[in-house]
């Protein structure tokens, strides 16, 4: 979906937030005038927009693979999983043996009196036992069973919709601190522009070609350069902390978007055969089939009330006990050993109207899963066509901006070029700059906006998965 033209390395968008934070420190604490922050600035961006910097960067792969074991909504739904799938052995255990072993211990003083004469005796009765106890017809066990391979099916399902809802959040916090940090690389361009802007308008009222508009206007155009900056460092912190939920505290150096790179279009280009899609492969309309299912064979289970069941049953017993002898009321020891072998048939006939009373109920809920299964389709269905508009939306906006930004940047040089000879005024080359910055910024959102629309398509036909993550990489600089 995704594939890159052969380009030399780019820079690091964005920059590094200490030297930004360094910069405003300068400004706002030693109060420096714009002219003497110049240098600074420039010997700043040069340490960090050199292409060093973007030789370790980490792509979204690496940080997902950091995401798994790191998220706590993720972490709790494979948890989750892990136990859903015992109830799978819990059904089985229902047609495996039942064994029991019971040992009964006792101690007894006792004093009888018969014909005159007194007996006492001391005895310890015991009795051990052991029990069987084997399904041989049972209905109910058996769909619980059936319930339990459909249930394994749904669990493992939440986890692969929980895995892609990772991705799209990783991608998500991914793409906002790249666009926050191209803001900054935008607005310290725009300002070392608006500087040497100055300090022209400076020159030329010195010499008496220009008023003191024009640096006054260009001194007003730096200052709020320098008031969005700081918004932006700040709009930088928060996606950086967004991200860190995700991944750790430490969050390394980004990969940025190769400017070179170009996003290929969906295929199909059709947003009906990708609800198609959708409908059948989208992980909650899955989910919601399965839940169908289960209610389906909960409707069974119900029924089964009215049928009989049969138990195997067997038993061993060992059991030593005293009795006393009714003429001469002496005590003497009795040892018993039996094995029994019994076929246990249960007919139910009436219940007081419960197993009735269960069928309707799960035909309700029957009817039920079936409506939230129709949502779910015509969600998914949506949700593919949403996210297909988005995406084709995006790749317009990507090549409109794209000639804009070409557009701005001939219109800004035409206006320093009239600036030179006196057919423009500042406040002409100014704006000039401000809507070059403006279309480059917007070209990057549009670029990532768009990825992200196309990794919610994937999502939506339930295509999403780590290998989505490898086929983005061309699209970011090595």
């Known amino acids: ?13 964005g920059g590094n937030q ?4 360094a910069v405003s420190w300068a400004f706002h604490t030693a109060k420096l005038s714009p002219f003497k922050l110049v240098p600074l600035w420039l010997g700043l961006a040069a340490a ?9 960067t980490v792509g979204l792969p690496a940080l997902f693979s950091q995401a798994l074991t790191h998220d706590k909504t993720y972490r709790a739904a494979l948890a989750q999983h892990e136990a859903n799938l015992q109830g799978k052995p819990q059904a089985l255990s229902a047609f495996l043996p039942n064994v029991a072993v019971n040992a009964q211990l006792q101690k007894e003083d006792s004093d009888r009196s018969a014909f005159g004469q007194t007996s006492n005796s001391n005895s310890k009765p015991k009795a051990y036992s052991l029990n069987l106890r084997q399904a041989l017809f049972q209905p109910k066990a058996w769909e619980t069973y059936q319930q339990s391979e459909l249930a394994n099916q749904a669990s493992a399902l939440s986890v692969q919709n929980a895995k892609q809802e990772l991705m799209l959040k990783l991608a998500q916090a991914y793409f906002d601190v790249l666009a926050a940090q191209d803001t900054l690389s935008t607005l310290g361009t725009q300002k070392q522009a608006i500087t040497e802007q100055l300090e022209a308008a400076k020159r030329n ?3 008496g070609t220009t008023t003191v508009t024009d640096q006054q206007e260009a001194q007003a155009r730096f200052d709020l350069t320098i008031a969005q900056e700081l918004g932006a460092q700040n709009q930088l912190q928060v996606a950086q902390l ?18 070179q790179a170009t996003i290929a279009a969906p295929n199909p280009m059709n947003a009906e055969s990708w609800a198609a899609k959708a409908i059948q492969g989208n992980l909650q309309t899955l989910q919601a089939e399965l839940a169908r299912q289960i209610a389906n064979r909960e409707v069974s289970k119900a029924q089964y009330g ?19 002898d009714t003429a001469t009321g002496r005590p003497f020891k009795v040892e018993q050993e039996s094995t029994t072998l ?13 197993t009735q009373s269960q069928v309707r109920q799960q035909k309700a809920l029957l009817n039920k899963s079936g409506f939230d299964l129709d949502n779910a389709r015509l969600q998914s269905a949506r949700a593919a066509k949403a996210a297909f508009l988005g995406a084709q939306t995006g790749l317009a906006q990507i090549n ?17 070029t009239g600036y030179e000879v006196g057919v423009r005024i500042n406040i002409d080359v100014l704006n000039a700059q401000q809507q070059l910055a403006s279309a480059q910024q917007n070209l990057f959102r549009a670029k990532y906006d768009t990825l992200l629309n196309l990794m919610r398509l994937q999502a939506a036909v339930g295509q999403l998965d780590e290998k989505s993550l490898e086929e983005l990489q061309p699209v970011f600089s090595k």
Request: hydrophobic share 50%; proline share 8%; charged share 10%.
């Open 48 to 56: 960090v927009f050199n292409p060093a910097f973007a030789a370790n």
């Open 1 to 13: 979906m995704l594939h890159a033209h052969p380009t030399t390395k780019s820079q690091l968008q």
């Open 205 to 207: 009222f010195e010499v």
């Open 306 to 324: 009215h049928l009989p069941t049969l138990d195997l049953t067997g038993q061993v017993l060992d059991a030593e006990q005293q009795i006393f």
């Open 242 to 259: 967004n991200l860190q939920t995700l991944i750790g505290p430490a969050v390394p150096q980004l990969a940025p978007m190769d400017p």
């Open 18 to 21: 200490f030297a930004q934070c």
């Open 400 to 416: 409109a901006l794209s000639t804009a930004v070409k557009s701005s940047e001939l219109a800004l040089k035409a206006n320093k």
């Open 342 to 354: 019994s076929l246990v048939l249960n007919v139910p006939i009436f219940a007081g109207g419960l």
